[in-house]
């Protein structure tokens, strides 16, 4: 027995051997960023909601081509309710700042055109294109800014200006109330895309829901209205499709009209001629 205890222990004593390791590597799908170049290229506002940390959304941000090297980032990161208007009040100052040295810097580089002046004179002013610049928030500053509605509309009001916006850290209540924020207030059509279980309610906000199918289960997939393999075919789904399902609305509705405009001439006309006979 003394024999077998002493090979056991000079066994437990040997230091252990690794014989393999396995990891998963979280990395975005193919034409990922050129799918997002070309919605944004189309006038697409794309906002992205994630609960990864800071540094990894902004990395994420940098590799879809969401963000750019040469863009002005804005980071909103608040641990009050007061410092959280604070930050906001300054960055709607700083834009508005921006905004108004290029309209003045644009009208006078521009030529004076007989068009553009009947049009400042019937009180029309000419849109200044977004600024290059991306807004960052993080979970804690978007739950201050949702309970209160002054600074939802500072929000959307320095966010019409951005080119790009992301939210990390958000729980999946956090992304449905985002999306309602934008559906609501800006009153816009909203499509939300997500692959997961914490993208449902997202999902089922949106005015269109889109899921992704992937290792992160179905659940996305039974709550959305569309469901494809892969995030580049959003790209076709919304330029191709979407366009196409416009075109034959419209050209439905102009039917419609006529046809309601030929009956309607049709019944007058018989009111008419029963009144002469």
Not at 108 to 133: D, E, K, M, Y
Not at 195 to 224: F, K, W, Y
């Amino acid at each position: 027995i003394s024999q077998l205890l002493g090979h056991h222990d000079s066994h437990c004593n040997v230091p252990p051997w690794h014989e393999g390791a396995t990891g998963i590597e979280d990395r975005l799908q193919d034409g990922v960023p050129e799918t997002i170049e070309g919605l944004r290229i189309a006038g697409v506002n794309v906002w992205v909601l994630t609960g990864d940390k800071q540094e990894t959304a902004i990395s994420v941000g940098h590799s879809s081509k969401l963000l750019s090297v040469d863009m002005d980032i804005m980071v909103l990161n608040a641990t009050s309710q007061e410092s959280c208007m604070e930050m906001l009040m300054s960055r709607r100052e700083e834009i508005n700042q921006q905004l108004a040295s290029h309209s003045r810097s644009s009208v006078q580089s521009s030529p004076r055109h007989p068009l553009l002046s009947l049009h400042s004179v019937l009180g029309g002013s000419v849109s200044a294109p977004p600024l290059n610049r991306a807004l960052v928030l993080d979970g804690l500053t978007i739950e201050h800014i949702l309970s209160h509605k002054a600074m939802r509309a500072t929000l959307l009001e320095i966010a019409k200006h951005c080119r790009s916006v992301l939210c990390c850290r958000v729980t999946p209540l956090q992304k449905a109330e985002v999306v309602r924020l934008v559906k609501e207030d800006l009153g816009v059509m909203t499509l939300a895309v997500g692959d997961g279980a914490n993208d449902v309610s997202m999902i089922q906000t949106a005015n269109v829901g889109v899921g992704v199918a992937g290792r992160e289960g179905n659940q996305a997939v039974i709550a959305s209205d569309f469901s494809m393999a892969r995030f580049r075919f959003l790209e076709r789904l919304l330029l191709v499709h979407g366009h196409w399902c416009y075109s034959r609305l419209a050209n439905m509705m102009l039917y419609i009209f006529y046809k309601n405009v030929v009956s309607l001439s049709r019944v007058l006309e018989g009111v008419i001629v029963r009144k002469e006979m």
